[in-house]
């Protein structure tokens, strides 16, 4: 099997998620700069920079098809608030997230899995969380940030691929909220 980067591998390491745009990514990597760089943490690139929904891993073609016919889920455009950092001790992971959580993004994040779980998905066996991962392997800081307003008007389909110690994610399909 040749290894041409345009090949697609057989299986889909994917996940929907609200895909900020290059506006407010910008705002995200501004407010957190210092916290992240105290963090002593691997920033993540600003290009990645996201809300993941639901994971669902690798799929093979017959299963990223299946995804892809889940969306639209109708809950109209929302705004999150991100205005928290955090970081998760077990995991070493900064974080950047809303202290309070809009009704439009759970119900979003429950008729999304719901769709998924009918096409026999399995969902994490564990409490959704919305963030932005802002570092990894991060240590405690006590800092505060400027609130980013972000305007979640579509949902994302994403496809994450190995990029030597990174990784590279492309946007497979986008639908409105």
């Given at each position: 099997?040749?290894?041409?980067?345009?090949?697609?591998?057989?299986?889909?390491?994917?996940?929907?998620?609200?895909?900020?745009?290059?506006?407010?990514?910008?705002?995200?990597?501004?407010?957190?700069?210092?916290?992240?760089?105290?963090?002593?943490?691997?920033?993540?690139?600003?290009?990645?920079?996201?809300?993941?929904?639901?994971?669902?891993?690798?799929?093979?073609?017959?299963?990223?098809?299946?995804?892809?016919?889940?969306?639209?889920?109708?809950?109209?455009?929302?705004?999150?608030?991100?205005?928290?950092?955090?970081?998760?001790?077990?995991?070493?992971?900064?974080?950047?997230?809303?202290?309070?959580?809009?009704?439009?993004?759970?119900?979003?994040?429950?008729r999304?899995?719901?769709?998924?779980?009918?096409?026999?998905?399995?969902?994490?066996?564990?409490?959704?969380?919305p963030?932005?991962?802002?570092?990894?392997?991060?240590?405690?800081?006590?800092?505060?940030?400027?609130?980013?307003?972000?305007?979640?008007?579509?949902?994302?389909?994403?496809?994450?691929?190995?990029d030597?110690?990174?990784?590279?994610?492309?946007?497979?399909?986008?639908w409105?909220?």
């Amino acid at each position: 099997m040749s290894n041409a980067p345009d090949e697609r591998p057989n299986r889909h390491r994917v996940f929907f998620a609200l895909w900020p745009d290059d506006a407010t990514r910008s705002a995200i990597s501004r407010a957190t700069r210092d916290v992240v760089r105290a963090s002593g943490g691997r920033p993540i690139a600003k290009e990645r920079l996201h809300v993941t929904v639901a994971f669902l891993g690798e799929l093979t073609a017959a299963g990223l098809d299946a995804a892809r016919g889940v969306p639209p889920i109708s809950v109209g455009p929302f705004e999150l608030v991100l205005d928290a950092v955090g970081i998760w001790p077990e995991s070493k992971i900064l974080w950047f997230a809303p202290s309070a959580l809009p009704t439009a993004l759970l119900e979003l994040e429950a008729r999304l899995w719901d769709a998924l779980l009918e096409l026999g998905f399995r969902s994490e066996d564990r409490e959704y969380r919305p963030h932005v991962t802002l570092a990894r392997r991060a240590r405690p800081v006590e800092a505060g940030v400027e609130p980013v307003r972000f305007l979640a008007s579509d949902l994302a389909l994403v496809e994450s691929f190995p990029d030597g110690r990174n990784v590279h994610y492309e946007v497979l399909e986008r639908w409105p909220l």
